[in-house]
């Protein structure tokens, strides 16, 4: 079992940054691949970022790359968005998940990931 609580989110200004982070409790927390989704109102939840369990493979989605890093802590349990360049279409709720297993044909779908934590909000202004 894996728990996962999200923090970071706020108001922010087009081009200013936030960093989410992600903390999560369980014993086997390692070998979880740790990602980030995110879901505006009336949208559905699109894939951001995933890390692997080793920290060997990292995936964005097209629209936040070179913007948003995510990595991880293992020592402490945490897994972080770093979102810079913020822009108003980045207005959502974000969610951090952990998947026991993936692969480069299924990282991007929500329903791969066993646990979600209950996401945070991040508001870009214009």
């Known amino acids: 079992q894996v728990q996962l609580v999200e923090s970071g989110g706020g108001l922010v200004q087009a081009g200013g940054s936030l960093r989410l982070s992600c903390a999560a409790s369980?014993?086997?927390?390692?070998?979880?691949?740790m990602g980030w989704f995110r879901q505006a109102p009336g949208k559905e939840r699109d894939f951001v970022a995933v890390?692997?369990?080793?920290?060997?493979?990292?995936y964005y989605a097209d629209s936040v790359k070179g913007r948003f890093t995510i990595s991880r802590d293992s020592a402490n349990n945490t897994v972080y968005l770093e979102m810079n360049n913020l822009k108003p279409v980045d207005t959502a709720v974000y969610h951090c998940?952990?998947?026991?297993?993936?692969?480069?044909?299924?990282?991007?779908?929500?329903?791969?990931?066993?646990?979600w934590g209950q996401g945070t909000q991040v508001t870009v202004s214009s």
């Open positions: 369980g014993r086997t927390f390692s070998r979880y691949h």
């Open positions: 998940a952990a998947a026991r297993s993936l692969d480069s044909s299924n990282y991007y779908y929500s329903t791969e990931y066993d646990y």
């Open positions: 890390r692997s369990w080793s920290g060997g493979r990292t």
